[in-house]
């Protein structure tokens, strides 16, 4: 934009110009040849007295040659375009020495007498009268015409001195807008390589640095995705590993043996073996059964339990079954699988030596503790483990110790 403005204004300066030239031409056009003519006449005094005193010479010398044919008749005849042309050329002064020497010529040459000054009558007196008339005419027409053609020259000069003038300014004004422009567009390159500069040291860098931060955050995200899945995954580790730490504790002693009895917590573990186990389990519990010692239910619920984790770990059978029953004074406990039974030699190791499993010993042990045994029934078509403990049943909550 800064630079379209300047552009259009030298333009328009060309234009005006150019127009002004144009009409200084035109006007030159006009006049141009009598204008050079009278411009080189009069550029001296001198030269206006020459010219009016050679055009007089030269029509007298016309009159001359024309005398054998007009002979005395219109003497004045080729004075009048010397006198003319005095009064239009040369001013004032050299046309009334131009009549004068044409007066004097023409009464020696052409007014008879011939060469002599002298006037015969009227006739030559009219004529010489009527050449005056003429030539004064003339001399004013030409004065007249000569005041206006110097007036047209003056403002033509002047026309003239004012387009040179303008054209002077116009050129000032044309320089100093073409220096204005080059300066304009220098200092649009400096903005231009300051802006760059400050672009590229301060934009440039932030958004590099704004990058690295952007990448330092995508590399967190991604490590916090996989934080967070691996949060997610112990997570459920935790939850099963606290199922699991419940059960086991429920396992190394059912809260439900001590507060709800024999039957509840024989059922809860019957019910959790089975789904772990895959094995069906027959629970035979008697309604009426009330609650017994501590250690008796204790010893009775552990000996449950070693029994169907044997079946688990060693039966292969499919089935067990669980019988509880009581009589007067001892309860029996039956757990009956239909599995590969306890191979003739490890029964007779066990018979001979006597040296049972670390679960079956543990049974024995803790029943005998309470004045109770402990029988093992084993074929190839199953087991069957009977345990009496000598206890009277009791509806009575155990006694603690
Ligand atoms: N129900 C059963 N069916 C088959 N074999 C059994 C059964 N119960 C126990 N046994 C056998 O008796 C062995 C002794 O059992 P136990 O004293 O509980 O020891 P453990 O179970 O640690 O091996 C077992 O190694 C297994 O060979
Ligand atoms: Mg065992």
Not at 92 to 97: A, F, R
Not at 260 to 275: D, I
Request: net charge neutral; aromatic share 4%.
């Amino acid at each position: 934009m800064a630079n379209d403005a300047p552009t259009s204004n030298v333009s328009a300066n060309n234009v005006s110009t150019s127009s002004a030239s144009a009409s200084s031409a035109s006007a030159n056009n006009v006049s141009e040849s009598s204008a050079s003519l009278f411009a080189r006449i009069s550029k001296g005094t001198g030269r206006r007295y020459a010219a009016a005193v050679l055009a007089t010479l030269a029509a007298l010398v016309a009159r001359l040659a024309l005398n054998p044919l007009l002979k005395d008749y219109v003497p004045y005849i080729t004075l009048f375009p010397a006198v003319a042309f005095g009064a239009w050329y040369c001013g004032v002064g050299p046309t009334i020495l131009s009549v004068v020497l044409g007066l004097i010529g023409a009464l020696y040459w052409f007014v008879p007498p011939t060469h002599s000054f002298s006037i015969l009558g009227t006739t030559e007196a009219v004529g010489i009268l009527a050449f005056l008339l003429v030539s004064g005419v003339v001399l004013a027409m030409g004065e007249a015409r000569r005041g206006s053609e110097e007036k047209l020259r003056a403002a033509q000069l002047e026309l003239e001195d004012a387009v040179r003038e303008r054209t002077t300014e116009l050129d000032t004004s044309n320089q100093s807008l073409s220096k204005l422009s080059a300066r304009l567009i220098q200092l649009q390159d400096d903005e231009r390589r300051r802006i760059a500069r400050e672009l590229h040291d301060s934009v440039g860098q932030m958004l590099a640095a704004l990058g690295m931060n952007l990448a330092a955050i995508g590399s967190d995200i991604a490590r916090l995705t996989q934080t967070a899945s691996t949060v997610h995954d112990s997570e459920a580790l935790v939850q099963e590993l606290s199922r699991e730490v419940r059960t086991i504790s429920h396992l190394l002693h059912p809260p439900l043996l001590d507060e709800a009895g024999l039957a509840s917590a024989l059922r809860w573990y019957v019910e959790g073996f089975s789904q772990r186990s895959k094995v069906k389990v027959d629970l035979d519990f008697p309604a009426e059964f009330g609650r017994l010692p501590r250690e008796s239910e204790t010893a009775i619920f552990r000996t449950v339990q070693e029994c169907l984790t044997n079946i688990h770990r060693h039966s292969e059978s499919p089935t067990a079954k669980i019988r509880i029953a009581s009589s007067d004074n001892e309860v029996r406990v039956e757990v009956e699988d239909r599995g590969k039974g306890i191979p003739p030699e490890r029964q007779s190791e066990m018979e001979s030596a006597g040296i049972p499993g670390v679960g079956i010993r543990g049974m024995r042990e803790r029943l005998r503790q309470l004045g109770g045994n402990l029988e093992i029934h084993s074929h190839g078509r199953g087991t069957l483990i009977l345990a009496r403990l000598p206890v009277a049943v009791s509806s009575e909550s155990p006694t603690v110790t």
